[in-house]
């Protein structure tokens, strides 16, 4: 676990910056460069960076962050009906909500650690999402899902605009909030997020955070409270889950229960440990191949394979067709839990602690290698 | 001479059996006592009590004029208690200097600092700290290394210097050389004298009388949870009642 230094921190920043905003150019190779797609890369990097802050550096298994998710959406659609369509107010709302719930959440949970913890937010995961189902309907509007009404009050844009016809749409001071300009706002704050949780890893806040996952006896007996350790970086992580559920009702502006259902926290969790628990870049990737896996692989269809494999026989043809089949589409789960198995088995640091092995191995090889060379000149 | 420690009546009852009856004793400010007796005699139920993991029936326990009793155990290291283990405690993930990094921190920071954007390693005086005590315990070669790597000696050395670089007032070693080879032993015996000559007020549990006649200028015998002995390292030898209770097994 090194930390960079600060020039080194403005070069990974910037290589970053860069990866995150030409995403709409070298994804297209991949069939991945479609904005509705590109939103939601940038939307679950900053649920998943931020989920890693608790579970990567605490050790503290969540498994109920889609609660921060779904009040995030809800508290940025009810600013969008209650004061003004702009997203930023509701982007603050947001956050500012889902910090509210994980303190609470965080409060009891964090009374208990290992799969006591995980079990405890798992239960507050369900309990608030069966709540948004039937007796906060006032609030949630149960089933359909929380949506925007031609007759909401949007108290602050009525001062300023003559309501137009239809509904209105999310905007940034104007600028609408779907497709490209809605991506790079996501993408800007992805970065900004990013750039908050490589602080915080480096910080002796964040060192604190490694140590307690690493032996929380030897840290009471060296004199830190470990329980304001521990919430603070439960409420970090919430609010950026909360970022990511504001940002979901930016670009799309509806709010569902669903979002907070055990599954959604489930998918997060997988995201993490896809990566890389604990590096700062396996979340992102986790995030990524998940949400491209979901959108790319559970479009294809009989129909689209046999038009891919129509340069075999007929026979052949079939055979192929249905081998694979059953992995696209509405199975593409079992593509993901496959590839899911094969990392958890083969490379237990995720993609990105597979890499730093192979990485470190070829240094060593260098390293060797040179010594020898060294050895015989 | 201030007394570092006090402890006065304490008594402890676990079910039918008496752990603690009726113990006092006083740790002056520089010296080092040792506590032995043999297995099941209430040593480690007696540190036990003096860092606040267990609260004792009755009886008090005060450090530098304040009560320990019902204090959380960061509150007692905030105080200046340091604590080494009977299995090394460190961080076995984390590499040397950060292990040596997070104590200091605590000293400088309190319990709860909430510095998430300032970075670690512009932390220059709480680096060079470590480092120096790195230096002073012979590790300073492995820094970089993870700590879970090391061998239970040079654990043992790494814990001791996590706790060190606090600059404690008091330090409570539980059988600081169990499971260690001859060799070990005597390094870290070198070690726990270089630190009684800096004027380290020290409480050490022993099973090892090598250690404990080495190191200690008083010596309190436990017995069933009775203080039988106690004096100096010479006068607890020549003890027909320790002979009796501990130091007989030996000799025969």
């Known amino acids: 676990m090194d930390t960079i230094s600060r020039k080194g921190e403005l070069r990974m920043m910037a290589l970053f910056a860069v990866i995150v905003l030409l995403m709409p150019i070298w994804l297209i190779p991949f069939g991945a460069a479609y904005p509705d797609l590109l939103q939601k890369f940038a939307i679950f990097g900053i649920f998943a960076v931020g989920f890693n802050i608790l579970f990567g550096l605490t050790g503290y298994l969540s498994f109920g962050h889609a609660v921060f998710l779904g009040v995030g959406s809800y508290a940025a659609v009810w600013s969008f009906k209650l004061f003004t369509m702009n997203v930023i107010p509701a982007v603050i709302f947001g956050v500012l909500f889902s910090g509210i719930f994980a303190a609470v959440i965080g409060f009891v949970s964090l009374r208990r650690s ?45 001062l300023f605009i003559e309501a137009g016809e239809g509904l209105p749409l999310t905007n940034l001071f104007g ?69 990511a559920g504001a940002l979901l009702a930016v670009t799309d502006p509806l709010a569902g229960a669903e979002r907070m259902q055990w599954t959604a926290s489930g998918e997060v969790v997988l995201m993490t440990i896809l990566g890389g ?10 995030a990524g191949l998940i949400k491209y896996f979901e959108n790319i692989f559970s479009s294809y269809n009989d129909a689209l394979l046999q038009e891919t494999f129509s340069f075999l026989p007929d026979m052949l043809n079939n055979l192929v067709v249905g081998i694979i089949s059953p992995f696209v589409g509405d199975g593409w789960h079992l593509t993901l839990g496959g590839l899911f198995m094969v990392i958890i088995i083969f490379l237990p640091g995720g993609i990105v602690g597979g890499i730093t092995m192979l990485w470190r191995r070829y240094i060593k090889k260098r390293g060797a290698s040179a010594e020898l060379e060294g050895e015989t000149s | 001479m201030t007394t570092v420690l006090n402890v006065s009546g304490v008594n402890k009852r676990f079910g039918g059996l008496q752990a603690l009856d009726n113990v006092n004793l006083k740790v002056e400010e520089g010296q080092t006592l040792a506590i032995i007796g043999p297995n099941g005699a209430g040593k480690s139920t007696l ?37 080494v283990f ?24 309190g319990a709860f600092h909430f510095n998430i954007i300032s970075r670690i390693r512009e932390e220059k005086q709480i680096e060079s700290d470590a480092i120096n005590y790195l230096t ?47 060799h070990d032993t005597n390094t870290t015996i070198e070690l726990l004298k270089k630190i009684k000559e800096s004027g380290m007020t020290k409480v050490i549990i022993e099973h090892d009388m090598q250690v404990v006649f080495s190191l200690a200028d008083k010596i309190v015998v436990l017995a069933q949870g009775a203080i039988i002995a106690g004096g100096t390292p010479d006068e607890i030898r020549n003890d027909p009642k320790v002979q009796e209770a501990y130091l007989g097994e030996e000799q025969v």
């Not at chain 1, 405890?120 to 608030?128: R, V």
């Not at chain 2, 984390?94 to 921190?105: F, G, Q, S, T």
């Not at chain 2, 820094?143 to 670089?165: F, P």
């Open chain 2, 86 to 109: 009977q299995t090394p405690e460190i961080f076995p993930e984390l590499n040397l200097l950060e292990n040596v990094m997070i104590p200091a921190l605590s000293k400088r920071n």
């Open chain 2, 47 to 83: 540190l036990n009590v003096c860092i606040g993991r267990l609260t004792p029936d009755s009886g008090s326990v005060e450090f530098h004029g304040e009560t320990l009793i019902g204090k959380q155990p960061y509150e007692i290291n905030q105080a200046g208690v340091a604590r």
């Open chain 1, 175 to 243: 600028i609408k909030m779907s497709g490209y300009p809605g991506f790079y706002f996501c993408a800007v704050l992805l970065i900004l997020a990013f750039y908050l949780a490589l602080r915080i890893t480096n910080s002796p806040f964040g060192m604190a955070l490694k140590a307690i996952k690493s032996n929380q006896l030897r840290m009471g007996y060296t004199g830190f409270n470990t329980r304001p350790y521990l919430m603070s970086a439960f409420m970090i992580s919430g609010m950026y889950a909360g970022l």
């Open chain 2, 136 to 182: 002073e315990f012979g590790l300073q070669d492995q820094s970089d290394n993870e700590a879970g790597t090391l061998s239970r000696g040079d654990k043992r050395r790494l814990e001791l210097a996590m706790c060190l670089v606090q600059k404690p007032k008091l330090l409570l070693l539980d059988e600081p050389t169990a499971g260690m080879s001859r």
């Open chain 1, 114 to 158: 290992g799969i006591y913890f995980s079990i405890l937010t798992l239960a507050f995961a369900q309990m608030s999402y069966n709540l948004a189902y039937s007796v906060l309907t006032p609030i949630t509007n149960g089933e359909t899902g929380l949506q925007l009404r031609l007759h909401d009050l949007r108290m602050i844009d009525g």
């Open chain 1, 277 to 286: 628990v604990g590096t700062l870049f396996g979340p992102l990737l986790g």
